[in-house]
């Protein structure tokens, strides 16, 4: 991992960790430079219902990437 945040720091892009499950991960993740990971142990994933009532803005950014 810190092989590819050292990467990607180079090229001026961020590294994102996926399948994060627990604090101790989360907390290994950002001793190695991690930019922003997600998983369970962050957050359990929401329904896009339920993100769209909680973020009115984020139905049209979606819309636009498709």
């Known amino acids: 991992m ?3 945040t050292n990467i990607a720091e ?3 892009k961020q590294a994102i960790a ?8 989360k907390n290994i993740l950002e001793g190695l430079g991690v930019d922003y990971i997600q998983g369970y142990g962050v957050a359990k994933p929401e329904s896009l219902e339920l993100l769209t009532v909680q973020r009115p ?5 979606i ?3 498709r």
């Open 2 to 4: 810190r092989s590819i």
């Open 18 to 25: 996926e399948f994060v499950e627990n604090d101790t991960i």
């Open 63 to 65: 819309s636009q990437a």
């Open 57 to 61: 803005g984020l139905a049209h950014k």
């Open 10 to 12: 180079s090229m001026g």
